[in-house]
Structure formats: structure tokens, C-alpha cells
């Protein structure tokens, strides 16, 4: 259980000490929620501003009323953001972020923070990723997590169990840190230099690639599958390439690269992979969702800066 004793005196200083201290868990559990390090940021800074105006002296616990407000609110966001999704032009990918820093964001446990495992989660309503997270990576008990989201405990266990089978059918167990990157560096070594064999040869069959760009110009708009397609489609524009400034970074807790031209980051790729092979590419074209992780890097090594305003 989370316990804390009571906030008894609601003086600002405190209740900033506080915030400052709960933030990473809140964006941790917002962020996994969403897929989005934006709406994730949006919804801690509401939560704050509701910290401010709430009675702080009857709070018995900060971080039960924390977790609570933010998780309510990332869901709340979800089910709108849904509806947004059908608009978006091509495949949609969660938003990666810098975790050079904090490996896990907050949480006790990594789970649910892989870009692959953040998109097989939205495919389960906002209520099933909501409990799914508390759980897996926060290691909250089932009576907290129906506290949080008004449900009876029969019913958050059931909906934990469920979105476990979702999971465990979808998703493919994933290779260590060391094998991801080597996967990784080989494939970018083999596409850079057009060796579509080699390409093949890391890939599992049905390997699929996904662009997420929302109309941007050189981003495929449809999935595309297939281990010979993938490879080809890797390969198929040489330009691509050419000149490219390959940089290493952190991502959701795995290595990727961010691809810089002329000095300006222009695309991110990362990988998921099964001990069989590369199965998801990964690429990331959109220039908010890149800015979004240059972001996400500045906040992962600079202090958080609260204004002070008054309740």
C-alpha cells in the first residue's frame, strides 16, 4: 500500500516539496496512459494546478489523491483522443521519450513503457490501460486501483486479468537490452548501405514497418508487411541515406536513433524484436513527435521549474 501520514499544514511550500517529489510517478502513469508525452505533460500540470487549489489539510494522503486525479484526468484524455486518432493521417506511433535519465519514469518496475508494448496497449479501452499500468508498473494493490477508478474490486481484477490475456496474445516476448541493440545497429548498417540480404536475414517473416509522419512528406501511409517489402522499402530510396547523421539515443527504456540532416534531427527509428528476429520497424517522421523527444530529453536532466502561485 501506499501510506503517507497526513498533510496536515497546507502551506504552498509544502504542497510544492510534495508535487516535486510524486512528479515522475504522475507523468510515468500519465504518459502510459496516452502514448503521448504532450497530453502526458498537459494532464500533470492540471494536476498541479488542482493541487494548489485543493484543502491540502485534509488530504490523508498526497499520493493516493495524486495518483487518483492523474489518472482520472489521462483517461479522460484517452477517450478524446481516440476520437482525434481517426483523423490521422497513416499509422499512429506513441510518442517515444528520452529515458537516458530515468530508465523506468517513474515507476517501480518498467513495464508497459516499450514503444511496441505502449501501441498493443490502445487496443484495450482507456479504463483496461489505466488499471493495466497502475498494477504492472506501479505495483499499486487491486483496492487502490478500484479507489482510483470507482470500481468494485472484483471488477479491477478481472479487468487486470484481461488486458493481461490481450497482452500475452499480442505481444511477442521482447529480447534483452544487448541483443535489441545489436539488432539494431546491424539493421541500420545493412539498410545504409543497401544490403538488402543481410536486411532479410534480421527480419522474421511477417515483419511489419510503420511510419508515423500524419501526412508528412517520405512517410509510408499504410503499414507495410512482409520481410521482402520491408527490406525493399528500407533500401528503396538511396537519397534517404545519403548523408544521414546516425546519432544513438535512449528511448522507452531501448536504443534507437534519431536520423539529423544539415544539423536537424528529421526521423527517429527504433526496432521491436523476439529471439527469432526483427518483427516492428519503427519510424517516426512527424516533426512535433520529434520535437516532443528532444523535449522530453531536456526535462529528463534539468530540474523541475513550478510558478508559485498562490491557492
Not at 498537459?42 to 486525479?69: I, M
Not at 486518432?85 to 513495464?111: C, F, H, K, M, N
Not at 487491486?142 to 500475452?168: F, G, M, P, W
Not at 541500420?188 to 522474421?204: F, K, M, N, Q, Y
Request: charged share 25%.
Amino acid at each position: 500500500m501506499h501510506r503517507e501520514t497526513p498533510c496536515a499544514e497546507g502551506s504552498l511550500d509544502r504542497a510544492v516539496s510534495v508535487f516535486v517529489e510524486l512528479r515522475p510517478r504522475l507523468f510515468g502513469i500519465a504518459y502510459r496512459v496516452l502514448g503521448s508525452a504532450v497530453e502526458a505533460e498537459d494532464v500533470v500540470q492540471e494536476v498541479w494546478l488542482r493541487w494548489q487549489r485543493t484543502d491540502r489539510s485534509a488530504v490523508l494522503s498526497p499520493v493516493a489523491f495524486l495518483s487518483r486525479t492523474t489518472t482520472r484526468l489521462a483517461i479522460n484524455v484517452a477517450q478524446s483522443a481516440r476520437v482525434r486518432r481517426e483523423t490521422y493521417i497513416g499509422p499512429w506511433l506513441p510518442e517515444p521519450i528520452d529515458t537516458s535519465s530515468d530508465p523506468e519514469v517513474g515507476a517501480q518496475r518498467a513495464e508497459a513503457l516499450e514503444l511496441a508494448l505502449l501501441l498493443v496497449l490502445e487496443r484495450l479501452n482507456p479504463n483496461e490501460r489505466a488499471a493495466y499500468v497502475l498494477r504492472e508498473a506501479f505495483d499499486y494493490d487491486y483496492a487502490e486501483i478500484a479507489d482510483i477508478l470507482q470500481l468494485s474490486l472484483v471488477n479491477v481484477r478481472k479487468i487486470v486479468s484481461r488486458a493481461r490475456k490481450h497482452l500475452t496474445t499480442d505481444q511477442r516476448e521482447t529480447v534483452d537490452t544487448g541483443e535489441h541493440r545489436r539488432l539494431l545497429q546491424a539493421f541500420l548498417s545493412a539498410a545504409r548501405t543497401g544490403d538488402v540480404a543481410s536486411l532479410e536475414a534480421l527480419l522474421v517473416p511477417d515483419a511489419v514497418s510503420l511510419s508515423d509522419g500524419n501526412g508528412h512528406v517520405g512517410a509510408a501511409r499504410v503499414q507495410v508487411l512482409g520481410r521482402a517489402r520491408v527490406a525493399n522499402l528500407a533500401t528503396a530510396n538511396p537519397r534517404f541515406w545519403s548523408g544521414a547523421d546516425i546519432r544513438s539515443v535512449q528511448a522507452n527504456g531501448r536504443s534507437a536513433a534519431m536520423i539529423h540532416r544539415d544539423g536537424r534531427p528529421t526521423t527517429f527509428v527504433t526496432i521491436a524484436a523476439a529471439k527469432d528476429g526483427i518483427h516492428t520497424l519503427m519510424w517516426v517522421f512527424s516533426p512535433s513527435k520529434i520535437a516532443a523527444f528532444l523535449d522530453s530529453r531536456s526535462r529528463s536532466t534539468s530540474a523541475l521549474r513550478l510558478e508559485r502561485k498562490a491557492a
